[in-house]
């Protein structure tokens, strides 16, 4: 029932995006889903079940949207500066990604469960963009600093996303010396 277990996991989400994940009710997600709890119940064992396949959807999700970035066809240091920022601006709107990324886990979301680590999801994202970038473009080890300055500004906000400043994009005419060095 691949219909359904769409269904039921938008619910979830839905669900988990307005109250914290303990006082969601399966009863709910079901009926939000169109489907009985015994299907719920059927797809997922239960609410950790049913949590384990939000955390993996999620992080398919991320990963999918990181191939996504990588894929345009940009220069390697638009392409990078994009996935930073990209990633930053996801993670502010999804708690559950930024959870997964920081392995800092709040009382509102499921509890851990086994899934990446965010040390196995940040060398899966470097080794992804250097994959993705041209032989000698960049190399992992700079792929993986531009993942972890991005990662630098999930723990710690500073306002707007200023990735692509930072990688030496957009520059305004003021700072252009400095960025370019």
Excluded: H, I
Excluded at 3 to 22: C, D, F, N, T
Excluded at 72 to 100: H, Y
């Amino acid at each position: 029932m691949p219909a359904a277990r769409e269904s039921l996991l938008e619910a979830a989400g839905a669900a988990l995006a307005a109250r914290p994940w303990p006082v969601v009710r399966m009863v709910e997600v079901a009926a939000a889903a169109g489907v009985s709890r015994q299907t719920l119940y059927n797809e997922f064992g239960g609410k950790d079940g049913l949590g384990r396949a939000l955390v993996r959807r999620e992080t398919d999700r991320y990963l999918a949207g990181v191939d996504r970035v990588l894929g345009v066809e940009d220069g390697a240091r638009e392409r990078l500066a994009a996935l930073a920022d990209w990633t930053v601006l996801s993670a502010r709107a999804r708690p559950l990604l930024r959870a997964l990324l920081t392995g800092c886990w709040d009382a509102r979301l499921p509890l851990l469960v086994p899934g990446p680590r965010p040390e196995e999801l940040t060398r899966v994202v470097r080794d992804r963009a250097a994959a993705a970038l041209a032989p000698g473009e960049w190399g992992a080890y700079r792929c993986e600093l531009v993942v972890r300055l991005a990662l630098s500004y999930v723990v710690a906000p500073a306002g707007d996303s200023p990735m692509k400043d930072l990688l030496g994009l957009g520059l305004s005419a003021s700072n252009r010396t400095a960025g370019g060095r």
